[in-house]
Each structure stands twice: as C-alpha cells, then as structure tokens.
C-alpha cells in the first residue's frame, strides 16, 4: 500500500479508521440538509462533487498497492470530471447516458474503497462498523442516482405527488425515494411506473434488507477469527 503524506487533508479520512466516522458525520449533513434544502442550488452540488472526487483520488492513491493501480483506478474519475463538463454543454442523450454510466462507476468504486478500509486486517472496531454504515448510505445515493436519471430520460417513469414548497429539488426527491425503498419503508408518494425502474426499485430493497445480514455476518466472523487467533 502506498503511504501518502499525514499532513493532508483529504488523507486522513483513509490513513486512520477515524476517517470512516467523518465520512458518514459529511453523509448525514449532504443526503438530509444539503440535500434536501439546496439542492435546486447547481453551485452546491458542485462544490460536493468537488469534494468527493477529491476525497475519491486521496482513496485511490492511499489505498492502491503501488503508482500502476492508481493510474489505473484514475482513470474512472478523470473520466467522469471530462465528461461531466462536456455535458453541462452537449445535452445529446450519449453524453448523458456515457455521464450517467461513469457516475455509477466513479460512486461504486467509492464504495469499493470504503468497502476495503472496512474489511482490512485487524480487529473489528466501531469505526469499521460505521464504516458499514457509510457504504449503506453511499448505496442509497447510487440508487437515487439512477431514479433521477431514468426520471428526466423516460416520461412518465415516475408519478411523483406535487409539493408546494419551492426548495424541494428532484434530486432531494429521489434521494428521499431511495431511502425510504432501501429500508423497505415506502409511503407511496412517489410511484414508479416504468417496468426498468420497477425492477431497479425490487433490486434496491433486496439489496437493503440482505445488505446488513451479510455484512454483519461477515465483521461477526471476522471479529470471531481474530479472538481465536
């Protein structure tokens, strides 16, 4: 593993399994005030992007066993920032569709990441536990990624309750959407309708009820094999 420098910000979240306590305290305060306050504001969601892609490379390059793995796993998100530009000017539905696809897999290789700075060697700790947490989260907002695209690309995907306060933005509608499907909550507000987004909705809920099994069962066997040894 390479050893970036201590003195970074951005490191510290990676070098020390305090980071993954910080992460989910910086998820919390995006998916439930950010959100759902702001995000009608573009220049918010920018300045999260930012600092997520950033947070993203500082994984890549704390995590990566030698410079080939992490010119590698670059290559995803420098990806995603060229042709997440591009589409702010060139709205043709193979920029959005190539922008959506590399926003999937730039959120997914965060949550690999997050994934191996949870099952590192040693023992279980809370911090490893929150860490699970986090990639829940995390989850949750690659789910509501796909609703928003599937939304603004197929008409009548979803049949969405109207709201009358002017803060309320499709993204924080779809992030509520995501959470309340991933917890098997469902209120019925907002229906999908659309035989994709249907089962994208069956996959999410399965994923949110097995999701917490698996990985508890897992650190428990961990924990387990590491009072044994």
């Known amino acids: 593993m390479m050893k970036p420098k201590k003195d970074r910000f951005f490191y510290r ?37 930012i600092f997520w892609m950033l947070l993203l490379l500082a994984g890549i390059y704390s995590l990566a066993k030698n410079k080939q793995q992490v010119i590698h796993f670059s290559i995803i998100p420098f990806l995603f920032i060229v042709c997440h530009w591009i589409s702010i000017y060139n709205k043709s ?10 926003t999937i897999a730039t959120v ?9 700075k949870v099952f590192e060697p040693g023992p279980v700790t809370t911090h490893k536990i929150i860490g699970s947490i986090v990639v829940y989260m995390l989850l949750a907002n690659l789910w509501c990624i796909a609703y928003l695209f599937l ?24 992030m509520y959407f995501s959470y309340i499907t991933i917890t098997s909550t469902g209120f019925g507000e907002i229906v999908p309708l659309h035989p994709i987004v249907r ?26 094999f590491s009072q044994n040894k």
């Open 13 to 49: 979240f990676w070098i020390k399994e305090s980071g993954l306590s910080s992460m989910l305290l910086l998820l919390f305060i995006m998916h439930f005030i950010i959100i759902p306050l702001f995000g009608s504001h573009a220049y918010f969601m920018v300045i999260l992007n």
């Open 93 to 102: 539905i193979f920029v959005l569709f190539t922008d959506f696809v590399l």
């Open 108 to 116: 997914s290789l965060l949550i690999a990441l997050v994934l191996v």
């Open 151 to 174: 939304f603004e690309q197929i008409q009548g995907s979803f049949q969405l309750t109207p709201s009358q306060f002017r803060i309320n933005s499709d993204q924080a509608n779809f």
């Open 199 to 224: 089962s994208l909705v069956q996959v999410e809920a399965i994923t949110g009820v097995l999701f917490p099994v698996i990985l508890i069962g897992r650190l428990v066997s961990d924990a387990n």
